[in-house]
Every structure is written in C-alpha cells, then in structure tokens.
C-alpha cells in the first residue's frame, strides 16, 4: 500500500490540531469523512489520552488521520521573573478559589507519544515548536507515515527540508493559539502569510500547507494560487458541532463584547493569539518566558474561570478572522470553505451526502 501524501487530499481542506479540548475524535473523523483531513492534537494530553483518541477517530472513518505533537523544549526560565508573575497571578487565584499550579519543565510524554503514533500509525504526523531529531524522524517515516514541519520563517522551512520532512505547514502571524515558532525566547512571527508562502515555495521544493488567518473559501483560493496544496484551519472550526470547544469559549467567539485577538504568553509562557480579555490587559505585560511552565502555574486559574463561565479569566485561542466561524456541522464548514455559500445549507462534496 503507497504512503498517503498531502496530494492525495480529495478537498484541500485541513482542520488544525487544537489543544485544549476542541479537536475531538468526532471532529476529526467528520472532516476526513467529508474529503479533507482532519488532526487531533496530541500536546498537553497523556501518551494513552492521545492513543485512545486516535483509536476512537479510526472508529469514526476509514479517511486519512493526522496526530500533532509539541516538540519538548526546555528553554532557560528566569526563577525571579517566574516568582514574581506567579506573585501577579496570585489574586486571580484567591478570586477563582484555587492554588496556583507549581511550575516545571515537562517533555510532554514525548517518547511515549512518538511510541504510539509508531504503532497506530496515522497517516500524517506534524510537529510543532521544532525539529524531531534525524533519528526519531527516521523511525516514524519507516512506520509509513507522512511528516509535516510546523514552519514560520524560511529559515525554518529550509530546515525541516533537510532534515528530511515531507511536507510543510506554513503559519502566518494572524493564527490563533501558538506560534509554530521554533525559538520560546522570541518574538511572535510577523511577516505576512502571502510572503512566508512565496519565499518558501520559491527555495523548498516540498508541498506546502498554508496555516493563520484563513476564513473563508476565497482564502483558500488565495493560498492555492500562491503555490499551497491545503489550507489548513483552526478557528474555522472552533463552532463546529462536533468540536470540544468549552462552552465558555464558544460563546466568547460570538460575543459582541470582544473585538479583538491578541499576541500574549500570559496564559503558557509562549506566544499565542486569543480574544483580547481581562486577563490579558492586566498580565501581558507581566508575563515571562517559560513553556510548559508558566502553563502549569497558571493553569488552575485558567481552569477554575472557564468552569464558572467567566470568559474573562481564561485563554480564548481565536485567529484574527473569528467572526468568520460558523456553528454548523463540519461536514457543512469544509463544503463552505471549498465551495463557498454559508454552512449548515446541506452543501457537501460531490457524491457525499452532508451528514456522512
């Protein structure tokens, strides 16, 4: 049997690997099952959370599967730094009824994880925040399986190209949750989606995915002009019914009162972008450097505010174009974003029926 490819999509359409709860076996299932391919997010889950969840979406369709990991990156934590943020956290704690969260380093289960995406092989595999090594990449393309490099510069593009990946997925700046970027200590990514893709479509002769900001099928169209062979989307599908979006968050995405997104590390200690909130305007410029770290200290607050409902006090991952997503069976939002027209309307691929 040859190795499925990012070509042997039958609808360009990828739903992104959202930690957190909203990438469920059923919404992985039901976009692989309506032609594009959909990813379960293996990071911040346990090795044996991220096997049964793939052994449920194999249940679910006989479609093509993706597994993403985050790849294990210790980075220097300032101790001072990290003490006094948890003393600025502190308050939110005493008003959430909860104990801070200690804060470590963890590899997230990573050899675990590569075990058991080795052994129930889905057909792609992608990384985030890094590299795997020549070694441990080796090994999971010699199970059959197709690697993807979660990419934002074309220096990092030219990397994962030697080293040896399949394929590529380039992350523009307006991209909601984390920033693929493989440095914690940096930056967030700035330069535009449209030239990521130009300069890597131009230097790395690998398939590319174009990723952040993507709406709507005009988007898609766009990035397919431009040399990509998929679009891939996370927002889009945040409404989606058979995502596990937390209720809290489901409605913030839809909510008048917020406005905007916004770039900040208050919530894990790495750059990521979610609807502006309280929590940022008081923290963002108190938050330090530090993942997983400062995602275990601030966790149980994080936790306790979306339990109570209160949008104010907990991340809410969204790309710059969230007023875009639409509540609607996934099937519906992957015809809209190839097709065009609204969701829910029935529309589904050619020879598939909308529920399927």
């Known amino acids: 049997m040859s190795r ?3 070509h042997d999509l039958r609808l ?3 739903a992104a690997p959202m930690a957190g709860g909203p990438s469920t076996p059923e919404l992985v299932a039901a976009v692989s099952n309506a032609g594009g391919l959909g990813f379960l997010a293996g990071g911040l889950v346990t090795a044996q959370t991220l096997a049964d ?3 449920a979406a194999r249940a679910l369709t006989s479609g093509p599967l993706g597994v993403n990991l985050f790849l294990p990156q210790p980075v220097p934590v300032n101790t001072a730094e990290l003490n006094a943020y948890a003393a600025a956290l502190a308050t939110e704690a005493e008003h959430y009824g909860v104990a801070l969260g200690e804060p470590r380093y963890s590899d997230d289960d990573w050899d675990a994880k590569l075990d058991v995406v080795h052994e129930l092989k889905p057909e792609l595999a992608s990384f985030t925040f890094g590299l795997p090594s020549a070694v441990e990449l080796a090994r999971i393309k010699g199970a059959g399986i197709t690697v993807v490099a979660g ?8 990397a994962a190209t030697d080293r040896g990946f399949d394929a590529l997925v380039a992350q523009g700046p307006k991209a ?3 920033s693929f970027i493989f440095d914690g200590l940096a930056p967030a990514p700035t330069q535009p989606l449209n030239e990521l893709l130009a300069s890597i479509t131009d230097r790395c002769h690998l398939p590319v995915i174009a990723a952040g900001g993507l709406a709507t099928a005009a988007d898609l169209d766009c990035a397919l002009q431009a040399g990509a062979v ?5 927002t889009a599908f945040l409404l989606a019914d058979e995502a596990g979006t937390k209720a809290v968050h489901r409605a913030a995405l839809t909510d008048p009162a917020f406005a905007e997104t916004s770039v900040t590390r208050a919530f894990t200690g790495r750059y990521a972008r ?3 909130n309280r929590f940022i305007d008081e923290h963002d410029h108190q938050a330090v450097a530090g993942f997983p770290n400062v995602f275990y200290l601030a966790g149980p607050v994080l936790a306790a505010a979306a339990t109570s409902g209160d949008p104010q006090g907990t991340s809410l991952w969204a790309g710059t174009e969230f007023r875009q997503a639409s509540a609607a069976p996934a099937a519906d939002i992957v015809s809209e974003l190839v ?3 609204s969701p829910g309307l029935g529309s589904a691929p050619q020879g598939q029926s909308a529920g399927s």
């Open 339 to 341: 097709h065009g027209g």
């Open 274 to 276: 979610g609807l502006r």
């Open 4 to 6: 499925f490819t990012v």
């Open 53 to 55: 969840s793939l052994a």
């Open 12 to 14: 360009p359409v990828i």
């Open 151 to 158: 990419v934002t510069s074309l220096e990092e593009a030219s």
């Open 176 to 178: 909601g949750g984390h």
């Open 230 to 234: 998929a679009g891939q989307f996370g």
